[in-house]
């Protein structure tokens, strides 16, 4: 069946530098994902999201980048904070089925001081 | 913005009782509603679909009849885990979206721990 995973499970960076984390999915139906953030013992946080007619969007401190030729989605974060580390998800949607997000295995960011 | 209150946060149940964690819109009208259910360092399993006003649609795998849902009006829907087994323990969280919103984004509650003894 369809899914989101994630290429590595965990991944630890020094305070101030960049982090990327990557996602894979194997829907080419999907159309929207959204990158969330969870903190331990919490519901998760929606950080950003793209649409598959774009490639790239940007946030404060963050951007999206999607390939849909080869079904990946990244997630740059730029001077990653200690308040960054968390478990990030991606997610995918498809229209026809709005709202019913397949998560990702995520991926644990640690952000050393 | 959008907030989904979630409440209990944490819940200690017996062994074969029943437990209802409730899921508010707080600030919008959400016609759909999704439970999810967390294992430990796993990801979210999307377990059904809360539509206000019908029955809950339910993903392959999830007993209906264990796990009730009623989403009576636009800003509350119900999770009752029936008979709660050891093996029910999780982390069980709850999305809301709206069609009157402007775009997508799904708003998730806090969680409820669910611990059955």
Redesign the interface.
Known sequence: GESVGLHLPTLSVQEGDNSIINCAYSNSASD?F?W?KQES??????II?IRSNMDKRQGQRVTVLLNKTVKHLSLQIAATQPGDSAVY?CAE?TNTN?????????TTLTVKP | GAVVSQHPSRVICKSGTSVKIECRSLDFQATTMFWYRQFPKQSLMLMATSNEGSKATYEQGVEKDKFLINHASLTLSTLTVTSAHPEDSSFYICSASSSRASSYGYTFGSGTRLTVV
């Open positions: 929207y959204i969330y013992g919490k519901g998760p946080q929606f999201d998800f949607n709005a709202g019913k997000s397949t998560f990702g295995d995520g």
